[in-house]
């Protein structure tokens, strides 16, 4: 028997106390879409799979943050293709993962001093 899902809104808390982007966010990829997304706006999807991973959950994972409001995905008038775009909300998650990737990396190089 297959459970399903769902996603609390955005905002809600879950039992551990995270908000559903929180949780999102944990999962493997997540932030590596968002940070690709972030530098390749307006990509089609091959492009993030080639990028990121050839996963077979990579659908499910641009579904997710889909639902939670980060991103959209667009067919591509008169092609198959599905170009992706960060929302409002999704780039301004991701400039705040790349402060901190900036924040990690100084704190690494001044770790020897």
């Not at 390749?40 to 990121?52: E, P, R």
């Not at 990579?58 to 599905?82: F, N, S």
């Amino acid at each position: 028997m297959t459970r399903k899902t769902t996603l609390a809104p955005v905002g809600a808390g879950t039992d551990h106390g995270s908000s559903s982007v929180a949780a999102i966010l944990e999962e493997r990829h997540m932030v590596s879409i968002l940070l690709f997304l972030m530098e390749n706006d307006g990509c089609i999807k091959s492009d993030l799979y080639g990028a990121i991973s050839y996963s077979v959950r990579m659908p499910d994972k641009l579904d997710r943050l889909e639902a939670a409001g980060l991103v959209v995905q667009d067919r591509v008038p008169g092609a198959k293709a599905v170009a992706l775009h960060l929302t409002d909300n999704g780039r301004a998650v991701a400039r705040e993962l790349r402060r901190i990737e900036r924040m990690l990396a100084e704190a690494a190089g001044g770790a020897g001093e």
